[in-house]
């Protein structure tokens, strides 16, 4: 699959302030330079596959102050869509423009595939509005699971590294409670991170004792860390530790399937586990299975 890398340089262009400066988005075209539109905000609606699933009141009321003083300083982006414009980029200041009470807005239309519209959306939030990590791993899994990318082809379509892309899609192994504690900003990243592969459970008893004793993220770590060492019998003499290989091998799994990886055995035999909590979890690792026999 042919994976354009400059995705970032041309997201760059789109959000320049600089009238000359505004490109495609594709790698080696340049669009002509076309100044924003006035559109009313009637006929602008929010992208349905908008990456980010809830605004701060409190910064959109003060945006909508700082719009209603100064207008909106940086155009949205809409592309056309059944008569109508749909937000590619500025949903936030948008949302602003009409608490501020604005009939019209200024926008720059472009023309754009639905899969450009994701990227375009994601990384948009990404690089201006640390978006949520619940919400960008799920838009790294809509990326993967409808075109088909591997984390390799989504990082650097991002601009980002492989592992950061791996260690967001982990968490969406966690139950669903936790990871609205992670919206809500009830518990961190690095708290959710830090209950990838415990039993859920396990998991949901330390992220409220997280939330309610407000523990840090390493006496978070520290709690799960303490539970994944088993309470088992003695290991008897003829077992044998695993061997650092094996170990690689194990902590390379979990990070690709996202879940818990376990082994049993020596590098001569032996057997290797791989948990799932829920029919959406082992539906996830069959699809990732699936894409992994394309390769």
Not at 156 to 162: A, I, N
Not at 163 to 171: E, H, Q, S
Not at 212 to 235: D, T
Request: glycine share 6%; aromatic share 4%.
């Amino acid at each position: 699959m042919a994976v354009n890398r400059g995705l970032g340089k041309g997201l760059s262009a789109l959000f320049s302030n600089t009238e000359a400066e505004y490109g495609d988005i594709e790698v080696g075209s340049r669009a002509p330079a076309q100044a924003p539109l006035k559109i009313p905000v009637r006929d602008i609606y929010a992208n349905p596959s908008q990456p980010r699933k809830s605004f701060d009141r409190e910064a959109l009321s003060e945006l909508a102050h700082s719009i209603r003083e100064h207008g909106i300083i940086s155009p949205l982006v809409v592309c056309p869509r059944g008569g109508k414009y749909m937000i590619v980029a500025g949903e936030r200041r948008f949302r602003a423009a009409l608490e501020a009470g604005l009939e019209e807005v200024p926008a720059i239309v472009r023309e754009l595939s639905d899969r450009q519209v994701r990227e375009v959306a994601l990384i948009e939030n990404l690089q201006r509005e640390d978006l949520n990590p619940v919400d960008a791993a799920e838009g790294l899994r809509q990326l993967i699971d409808e075109y088909g990318m591997t984390q390799e082809e989504v990082a650097q379509r991002l601009g980002k590294s492989r592992p950061w892309v791996a260690n967001l899609l982990r968490l969406l192994s966690l139950p669903q409670p936790i990871l609205d504690m992670v919206r809500g900003k009830r518990l961190s990243e690095g708290h959710a991170r830090a209950l990838v592969g415990l039993d859920h459970p396990e998991a949901m008893g330390f992220a409220q004792k997280a939330a309610e004793q407000n523990l840090s993220v390493r006496e978070m770590e520290k709690l799960a860390r303490e539970s994944r060492v088993p309470s088992r019998p003695r290991q008897r003499q003829s077992e044998v530790p695993h061997s650092m290989e094996l170990k690689d091998l194990i902590s390379d799994m979990q990070r690709v399937f996202g879940t818990k990886v376990s082994a049993v055995g020596t590098n001569s035999k032996g057997r290797i586990y791989i948990d799932y909590f829920s029919p959406d979890d082992l539906d996830r690792i069959f699809h990732l299975v699936q894409k992994l026999k394309r390769m």
